[in-house]
């Protein structure tokens, strides 16, 4: 009887202790709504903050998926395909080591990641990744082999098999080819299954600690001063700007998951740097509510120069000579050198041309330049006389510069919250390339309260 009796009192008490905890949550929670100022919003710290010691671990592994419609890697391209497929026929008693006539295309090595949930048990199945690692051209329909899952330290924590899942299908024919989403990656779900634990012994802990995943000063003090006002003896305290500390009340030892669920519902108002983020690539803006800017005037105009390029093309007259054929003396033509020089017949006083003693027109060398031409002169030939009228392309361009914008300044005020910064700035019509100038422009006057972060 009376061990019955003992027992009904620890049933009792424990039964008020979830009553006296929610009565201090409800407590700390009026204390905090009233330190907050009007229109605050709030958020949980479950949604801001991790716990120490409750984390993922990830793990990869090697492995082979079978059963590929003639879609695998090949193995003259991939060698470590071919020598994993030869390990694998090897352990299952099949030797084919030597053997150059093997080949397949139904096979393609892939890598296999996962992330392991904190406390996960041995037997606990979880989702796996699948990418491939040669020059497959797809995973449908492939099934991945029993592929061990290490961890950082080497261990294997997990063994992972199955169906591959694939969101993207490739078909090709010999004039196109039709590609959706990405064919050569995959997914299993539950395709692993855990066969070693992390350990970890939660009830054990003196004390816990809060990360910010968002490090802030301000945000970490109010999360402590929100869980002393929550939970009596916590002595919640904050470290840095990514920690707060806190005790374990001894009262609370034997429900420490219950206390950390209380905390987790705990509302706060965060706080952060005013930060403009710029993404030159996309043309992307961020600007915080805490961005504020003093007095200034802001004139945008656009600078535009227009090269155009129209060529034209000049044609010779009607039956002008070509650059071949000009006639020359009594039959006789002439023909430019290499330097550009024109060699034309010697006349004699009666007209005729100038012989020498083997009966051959004899030619002078002039500076003539010719006539119509810019190209460069080919060898002298006897007959010909290199000129006269061809067909030339002459160049014109044309530049025009033009400026636009805004014909007046436009005046941000001081102190103005985001929405009249972006309705000031977007009273000058501007496109999100020019802003980006405008606001460092804006930073670089000093009159931007805020860092501009470049990613």
Do not use: C, H, W
Not at 214 to 243: C, F, K, Q, W, Y
Not at 328 to 342: K, M, S, Y
């Amino acid at each position: 009887m009376t061990r019955i009796a003992s027992r009904t009192a620890e049933t009792e008490a424990a039964g008020r202790r979830p009553v006296r905890r929610i009565a201090a949550l409800a407590a700390g929670l009026l204390v905090l709504a009233m330190a907050l100022p009007a229109g605050a919003a709030t958020t949980r710290v479950k949604d801001i903050t991790d716990f120490d010691g409750i984390r993922e671990n990830m793990l990869i592994g090697y492995g082979l998926v079978v059963g590929l419609n003639g879609s695998g890697d090949s193995l003259r391209n991939a060698p470590f395909t071919r020598q994993s497929l030869e390990n694998m026929l090897e352990r299952m008693g099949v030797n084919i080591r030597g053997n150059t006539n093997f080949q397949t295309d139904n096979t393609a090595t892939v890598m296999v990641t996962a992330n392991l949930p904190p406390f996960a048990r041995n037997g606990q199945r979880i989702d796996i990744n699948v990418a491939s690692l040669g020059d497959a051209d797809s995973l449908m329909g492939g099934n991945l082999l029993v592929t061990p899952l290490i961890g950082a330290d080497g261990e294997v924590y997990a063994v992972a098999q199955g169906p591959v899942t694939v969101g993207g299908y490739s078909a090709q024919g010999q004039g196109q080819t039709v590609t959706q989403n990405v064919p050569t990656s995959g997914r299993i779900p539950n395709g692993a299954i855990v066969e070693r634990e992390v350990g970890f012994d939660l009830a054990s802990l003196p004390g816990l600690r809060l990360s910010l995943r968002n490090p802030d000063l301000t945000t970490a003090r109010r999360i402590a001063e929100a869980v002393n006002a929550a939970l009596a003896g916590a002595n919640a305290r904050a470290l840095d700007p990514s920690t707060v500390s806190l005790d374990v009340p001894p009262g609370e030892r034997t429900d420490l998951v219950g206390m950390m669920v209380a905390i987790e519902q705990l509302q706060v108002t965060t706080d952060s740097p005013a930060k403009v983020v710029v993404n030159e690539a996309t043309g992307v803006i961020v600007m915080g509510a805490a961005v504020r800017v003093d007095t200034v005037a802001i004139a945008q105009g656009n600078l535009t120069i227009r090269i155009t390029e129209t060529p034209q093309v000049s044609q010779p007259n009607p039956f002008a000579p070509g650059p071949g054929v000009v006639q020359g003396i009594a039959g006789i033509q002439g023909q430019a050198n290499a330097t550009g020089q024109v060699q034309t017949p010697r006349i004699n006083p009666d007209g005729s041309p100038v012989r020498d003693s083997s009966g051959n027109v004899v030619f002078d060398s002039t500076t003539t330049a010719v006539p119509g031409t810019g190209l460069d002169a080919i060898q002298p030939q006897q007959g010909q006389i290199s000129g006269g009228a061809t067909t030339v392309v002459v160049p014109r361009t044309q530049i025009d510069i033009t400026q636009d914008g805004t014909d007046k300044l436009t005046v941000v005020q001081a102190g103005v919250t985001l929405q009249q910064l972006v309705d000031g700035l977007n009273a000058l019509g501007v496109g999100p390339r020019d802003m980006i100038s405008i606001l460092e422009a804006i930073k670089a006057a000093g009159a931007l309260q805020a860092d501009i972060e470049v990613i």
